[in-house]
Nanobody, 120 residues
Framework: QVQLQESGPGLVKPSQTLSLTCRVS??????????WSWIRQPPGKGLEWIGY???????YYSPSLKSRTSISKDTSKNQFTLQLGSVTPEDSAVYYC????????????WGQGTQVAVSA
């Protein structure tokens, strides 16, 4: 059973960088068939896809967030990290990490989500 667990600060000040980590257990992020992704849900809004990383090191980001986003992975710790720079209160959301197979548009495993507030 694959499990994903997000961790990081629950409060970030405006203009700072938000950094979240997703630890994966029960499966390896070095498996080439998966997209290891970050997704968020602002209060009262729908899910917003942020980006993904793959075993190859390839990354792809939402065009609307690309200039401020970086996703990296640490295979020795079996985890991947989201960094979102120059945050504003509009970046306040529940942030999820999730896994999607390369042959599917559906995410088969999700973390429980972590609430992040951007406030002075």
């Amino acid at each position: 059973q694959v499990q994903l667990q997000e961790s990081g600060p629950g409060l970030v000040k405006p203009s700072q960088t938000l950094s979240l980590t997703c630890r994966v257990s029960g499966g390896s992020i070095t498996t080439n068939d998966y997209y290891w992704s970050w997704i968020r849900q602002p209060p009262g809004k729908g899910l917003e896809w942020i980006g993904y990383t793959r075993q190859s090191g390839n990354t792809y980001y939402s065009p609307s967030l690309k200039s401020r986003t970086s996703i990296s992975k640490d295979t020795s710790k079996n985890q991947f990290t989201l960094q979102l720079g120059s945050v504003t209160p509009e970046d306040s959301a529940v942030y999820y990490c999730a896994r999607r197979g390369s042959s599917s548009w559906a995410y088969d495993y999700w973390g429980q989500g972590t609430q992040v507030a951007v406030s002075a």
